[in-house]
């Protein structure tokens, strides 16, 4: 049976391969998506990429998930270091968890050091680029099957 695999994305990375290459590569959010598709249909399995500037709309597409989706990978963007609602609305989403972050989080400032979202994440990836996204769909595609 095909699984859908949400790849839910925060504010600003609508600007991801427009704006500050340097730290966040010449990919865009359409590239992430093409390259998660064709990482889970080795699977059998499908994705979605959603992206919001809004803390509210992240939460309803995670509520969202929870009938639609069997994983959900996510870079939560700023709110990874300040969102409680976030965390909460993961917390009633039954399936696998991957946080990704395209830049090395632990190496900037110390406000990105901590993450709401990893209390909830099964797994973590931080600092290998918008390779991480197919990095983290490799690892739900092993967790649900
Ligand atoms: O490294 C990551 O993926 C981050 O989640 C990116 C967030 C940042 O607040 C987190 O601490 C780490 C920022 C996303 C901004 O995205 C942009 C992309 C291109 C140009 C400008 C911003």
Known sequence: MVKTIHILNGP???LLGKREPEIYGHE????VESACAAVAAER???VRLFQ???EGEIVEQIHRARDEAAAIVINPAAYTHTSVAILDALNAFEGPV????ISNVHKREAFRHHSYVSLRADGVIAGCGVEGYAL???RVCS???
């Open 143 to 145: 967790l649900i099957g």
């Open 136 to 138: 983290a769909i490799r």
């Open 44 to 46: 059998g399995h499908a």
């Open 12 to 14: 600003n990375l609508n």
């Open 98 to 101: 991957i946080e990704v972050h």
């Open 28 to 31: 865009t959010l359409a590239d």
């Open 52 to 54: 919001s500037n809004h």
